[in-house]
């Protein structure tokens, strides 16, 4: 990301904390808040190496959760808002491709609704 995205998010970020402050009309989201990072495409000690510098910036650890998932995190909470640096491993990536192969090539029977069990009361 180049210096002058940077600079644009934090101006929107900080324009959206203004906005939403000075207009308590406007609801804001009744959940916590995530804003991702992603390394750009590269081999898995590469984007691991990217995430592990970004975890030593923000003092923290890596996030052993979705490791067995092959999403290589960390992050920091300000507050309901969490940034998080992540990289999807090859093998993670590999198997998302594999699995949305099939999107659209598997079509169920179409629900009938006079053989269709009654719903339960």
């Known amino acids: 990301m180049s210096t002058i995205d940077r600079m644009a998010i934090v101006a929107g970020l900080r324009a959206l904390a203004d906005f939403l402050e000075a207009t308590p009309a406007i609801p804001a989201p009744d959940f916590p808040i995530s804003i991702r990072c992603f390394p750009k495409r590269g081999s898995d000690a590469e984007i ?20 067995p998932f092959g999403h290589y995190k960390t992050g920091l909470d300000f507050g309901p808002v969490r940034f998080e640096a992540a990289a999807v491993l090859a093998g993670a990536r590999a198997r998302y491709a594999a699995e949305s192969s099939y999107f659209g090539c598997v079509q169920p029977d179409p629900i009938n609704s006079t053989t269709d069990p009654a719903p339960a009361a």
Do not use: N, Q, V, W
């Not at 691991?48 to 490791?67: N, V």
């Open 48 to 67: 691991r190496a990217e995430i592990d510098h970004i975890a030593e910036l923000l003092g923290t650890e890596i996030d052993p959760d979705d490791l």
